[in-house]
């Protein structure tokens, strides 16, 4: 659980790369026989019978069936692939939702006295006085990590800046929160360095100080560490931005890194089902970053947020094209029409499907009106950000794609984005809850020391143990005082950052989470990572005001899991509704689970 509180190359429009072949590519949702058809909504219409491949996009046949109830046809393979990113269990939390409204259910009007934004946006912004605000989150990239360690925990720490660059406040640090398996376990050596080394070069490079976090070793976590990274940026109140297209005619602007073949449904498909050795490997799923590029990013946003010429602005993360398209137009007036021939391409063999399914990293998507539009690609021209103009915003209620002059995508964005299925999955406490909470010491017959050399010997090897031993060799890979603002940071229980020189105002932030707690009792473990987080952060001498979450948990389809996910939402919900401070978002990692073993439920 995170707390945070105040304390005292030339960019080219519409000339996008042509990846169009005199044959078009075999489509997802093509037969043999129709390779050579190109998927557009006529063709869809006219052959009802073509067999689609929809289970190996991870969706379920009574999903595609609602997906053709929705179209009132079959859909194209490019409607297919959005709906199987944007459906999956990583970006629809479709498991989650029921649970997850308690949250919004416990908030009083005292505990949104000090909130700005709250959950549904890429993240919460809270007050902090002065006119100054906080904006932060914590996301998991577990699986991605665990297939490629470095880029997996890289494009984490990479993915979550992003988020808080869309709220249009500038990052000033970041945290991680890191469970590996057993420390003397031959893969926990591939794994580890490997996270620890990703997320030390990605950061460092950004020039953002990592502040803080958690570093546990257990073997439940063998098969599925836990990489969850956190970010927290600083705005003036007049600077949030928000994620919706609105205004008839506004263009709609793709600009940062090239869109690539690494990461299609990167973590949108992987994260959303648990590793079985029976299936093909998803190693070409990683995303690669480049963190440079994302410096220049960061910088580029904050000069067109402060020329005032962004309508709206969106990160493409997981689902990439598909989720800034559909989210936007969904959040806005519900209609856009995208020309995808225009986005430009590190890899001119994609096919579209490819194009609206990858997670390639560095790339923004803005609204921007007409107006401003040259303004906005001198900006980007001058920091050698490539953008290219696809689109516009409509009044349709459609968010309609068009390839080489064809429309390959129809549908109600809100449709993809926000309408997908939810699950009210069955629970029921564990069977073996009440035995395991039962097996104490005492219960056991285990002798407790009593003498002084027995005793020593116990404390040398406790301090001595993974867990408590000291962490330099992690956090001396980190950066923690660039930029000069960092006033507490690791080893002190919470990090504080400095907002500004003349207000004197900073904020603190602290991770916590205990997943053996969590295991004997899920809503007491959880209220326990919550009150330890609010203690940090009330030990450096701040008020804690609001929390993000990031809950890490294996399959939803098994019903003692869900009841230690339910369990926790309710401890939480609880927890912070006593303590007086909303959750103002936050991330949803299931299917942290390998061969029916599932982690300990885990809600940093």
Not at 514 to 534: H, V
Request: hydrophobic fraction near 35%; aromatic fraction near 6%; glycine fraction near 10%.
């Amino acid at each position: 659980m995170t707390d945070t509180a105040a304390h005292g190359s030339t960019p080219a429009s519409g000339s996008g790369t042509d990846s169009g072949a005199t044959q078009p590519p075999q489509a997802p949702g093509s037969t043999a026989e129709t390779k050579r058809v190109k998927e557009t909504v006529e063709f869809a219409q006219a052959t009802p019978e073509v067999d689609q491949p929809y289970a190996e996009l991870g969706l379920k046949e009574n999903e595609y069936e609602r997906i053709k109830e929705i179209l009132d046809r079959r859909p194209t393979s490019a409607e297919l692939a959005m709906y199987s990113v944007m459906w999956s269990e990583h970006c629809s939390y479709k498991s989650s939702k029921v649970h997850l409204r308690k949250f919004g259910e416990q908030v009083t009007d005292e505990m949104k006295k000090h909130l700005l934004v709250g959950m549904g946006e890429n993240a919460g912004v809270v007050d902090i006085g002065d006119g100054w605000a906080v904006t932060f989150k914590v996301e998991s990239h577990n699986h991605p990590s665990f297939v490629e360690p470095y880029q997996g925990a890289a494009t984490g720490v990479g993915g979550i800046v992003r988020d808080i660059i869309s709220m249009g406040a500038r990052p000033v640090a970041v945290m991680d929160q890191l469970r590996f398996g057993a420390l003397d376990h031959p893969d926990t050596s591939r794994v580890a360095p490997g996270v620890v080394a990703g997320i030390g070069g990605y950061g460092n490079c950004l020039g953002l100080p990592n502040i803080g976090g958690e570093v546990v070793f257990d073997s439940v976590y063998q098969g599925n560490p836990l990489v969850n990274a956190l970010a927290v940026g600083v705005l003036r109140h007049e600077d949030i931005r928000l994620a919706n297209a609105s205004g008839k005619g506004n263009k709609v602007v793709l600009f940062g890194a090239r869109t690539g073949g690494d990461g299609i449904g990167g973590a949108s498909i992987l994260a959303s089902e648990s590793f079985d050795d029976s299936k093909p490997s998803k190693r070409p799923a990683v995303q690669v970053g480049d963190p440079f590029a994302e410096k220049v990013l960061i910088e580029c946003c904050l000069e067109l947020f402060g020329a005032g010429i962004v309508e709206g602005i969106q990160d493409l993360g997981a689902a990439g094209i598909s989720c800034a398209t559909s989210e936007l137009a969904s959040n806005g007036d519900g209609g856009m029409h995208i020309a995808l021939d225009d986005v430009l391409l590190r890899d001119p063999s994609l096919t579209p499907e490819e194009i609206l399914m990858s997670e390639s990293q560095e790339r923004m998507m803005a609204v921007v009106s007409p107006e401003n539009l040259d303004r906005f690609l001198q900006i980007t021209g001058k920091w050698e950000v490539e953008s290219s103009v696809l689109g516009e915003v409509t009044d349709t209620g459609r968010l309609v794609i068009e390839w080489h002059g064809d429309v390959i995508v129809d549908v109600p964005p809100r449709s993809v984005a926000h309408d997908g299925p939810v699950y009210e999955r069955p629970y029921t406490r564990p069977s073996w809850q009440d035995a395991t909470q039962a097996d104490t010491v005492a219960a056991a017959g285990l002798a407790v020391p009593e003498e002084n050399e027995a005793v020593a010997a116990d404390l040398r090897a406790l301090v001595a143990s993974p867990n408590l031993a000291a962490k330099d060799w992690v956090t001396d890979q980190y950066d923690r005082y660039v930029r000069g603002n960092t006033a507490l940071s690791q080893p002190d229980d919470a990090g504080v950052i400095r907002v500004d020189e003349e207000s004197g105002l900073g904020i603190a932030i602290s991770t916590d989470a205990n997943g053996r707690y969590c295991y004997l009792d899920p809503a007491a473990g959880a209220q326990l990572a919550l009150a330890e987080a609010y203690r940090n952060v009330a030990t450096t001498g701040a008020r804690p005001r609001a929390v993000t979450d990031c809950l890490n948990f294996g399959s939803p389809e098994d019903p003692e899991i869900m009841w230690q996910f339910a369990q926790t939402v309710e401890g939480l919900a609880a927890g912070c509704k006593e303590l007086g401070i909303p959750v103002t978002g936050g991330n949803v990692s299931l299917y942290n689970q390998t061969g029916g073993v599932a982690i300990h439920p885990t809600p940093p």
